[in-house]
């Protein structure tokens, strides 16, 4: 990773208040970052930055990802501030699930606007801060949900695997700028995902929380494996041993013995309740 300036490198992380972004914060703060957070909710990155500022220097700015003056303003400021920044993290997203015939276009909107836009005004903002100083790295936070396709998930789905496929574009779109791109595809761990979720039953709520919420993996430690893997320029960071199987799987078999698979092991997720 490329700093222009003697000082610490320097990291900006969307939705860096809670859940995994906050993690995210936490774990760059202890390698010694400059650590810089924005989110929506300005009483957690309150609470967020004064943890941080006993560990590193930080700072929180109120950054909406569905406006694109906001990651604007994010941008100035570090450029302002600190000289520009290494490692831009677009961690900001949101939750939805329901049958395809049950979820309501807007809320499609909405999570298309989040999870995919969100992803693509922050690339569109930085890469040419990172051209700039002469490179940097992108860290788009996709899903295993953008790689694996459940039931029920369709519109989570669909917004994962655009990032997954801008990631892949930008990974070769940007290279000889000297931008590294990763994408992180984490499968279900503990967060506060849930909090955000639009789901069209309750059936789909109760089973998404669950998924979540007993999930043995925690967000630190997925924050962990993505700090690893940013530090030795991996592409696709997958954060659990049975999704790299399971991926691999999805490779190498013909498509219709991999949907036999999936069709046993999602048998719950269709079933009535």
């Given at each position: 990773m490329t700093s222009t300036t003697t000082q610490a490198l320097r990291v900006f992380i969307t939705g860096g208040a809670?859940?995994?972004?906050?993690?995210?914060?936490?774990?760059?703060?202890?390698?010694?970052?400059?650590?810089?957070?924005?989110?929506?909710?300005?009483?957690?990155?309150?609470?967020?930055?004064?943890?941080?500022q006993a560990v590193t220097t930080a700072q929180y700015l109120?950054?909406?990802?569905?406006?694109?003056?906001?990651?604007q303003a994010a941008a100035d400021w570090l450029s302002q501030h600190w000289s520009g920044v290494d490692v831009v993290i677009n961690n900001a997203g949101v939750a939805t699930a329901g049958a395809i015939d049950q979820q309501s276009m807007e809320d499609w909107q909405w999570v298309m606007d989040i999870n995919v836009l969100g992803v693509v005004r922050g690339c569109k903002v930085f890469t040419p801060l990172l051209r700039q100083q002469g490179g940097g790295h992108l860290v788009n936070v996709a899903s295993l949900a953008g790689v694996i396709h459940p039931p029920k998930m369709a519109s989570?789905?669909?917004?994962?695997?655009?990032?997954?496929?801008?990631?892949?574009?930008?990974?070769?779109?940007?290279?000889?700028?000297?931008i590294a791109v990763s994408?992180?595809?984490?499968?279900?761990?503990?967060?506060?995902?849930?909090?955000?979720?639009?789901?069209?039953d309750p059936t789909s709520t109760v089973l998404t929380q669950k998924l979540v919420n007993k999930a043995k993996v925690s967000a630190d430690e997925i924050a962990e494996k993505v700090f690893r893997g940013v530090e030795e320029k991996q592409f696709k960071i997958l954060?659990?041993?049975?999704s790299k199987r399971l991926v691999m799987l999805k490779r190498l078999l013909p498509y219709r013995w991999f949907r036999k698979i999936m069709l046993k092991n999602t048998a719950g997720m269709m079933r009535k309740r």
């Amino acid at each position: 990773m490329t700093s222009t300036t003697t000082q610490a490198l320097r990291v900006f992380i969307t939705g860096g208040a809670s859940g995994l972004g906050r993690a995210l914060a936490e774990r760059y703060a202890k390698a010694g970052y400059w650590v810089c957070i924005g989110d929506i909710n300005s009483e957690r990155g309150e609470e967020t930055l004064q943890t941080l500022q006993a560990v590193t220097t930080a700072q929180y700015l109120h950054c909406d990802v569905q406006r694109e003056e906001d990651l604007q303003a994010a941008a100035d400021w570090l450029s302002q501030h600190w000289s520009g920044v290494d490692v831009v993290i677009n961690n900001a997203g949101v939750a939805t699930a329901g049958a395809i015939d049950q979820q309501s276009m807007e809320d499609w909107q909405w999570v298309m606007d989040i999870n995919v836009l969100g992803v693509v005004r922050g690339c569109k903002v930085f890469t040419p801060l990172l051209r700039q100083q002469g490179g940097g790295h992108l860290v788009n936070v996709a899903s295993l949900a953008g790689v694996i396709h459940p039931p029920k998930m369709a519109s989570y789905c669909a917004t994962k695997a655009a990032v997954v496929a801008l990631s892949e574009t930008l990974t070769l779109e940007l290279d000889s700028d000297n931008i590294a791109v990763s994408v992180v595809c984490p499968a279900f761990f503990r967060t506060n995902l849930a909090e955000s979720l639009r789901a069209s039953d309750p059936t789909s709520t109760v089973l998404t929380q669950k998924l979540v919420n007993k999930a043995k993996v925690s967000a630190d430690e997925i924050a962990e494996k993505v700090f690893r893997g940013v530090e030795e320029k991996q592409f696709k960071i997958l954060t659990h041993d049975d999704s790299k199987r399971l991926v691999m799987l999805k490779r190498l078999l013909p498509y219709r013995w991999f949907r036999k698979i999936m069709l046993k092991n999602t048998a719950g997720m269709m079933r009535k309740r």
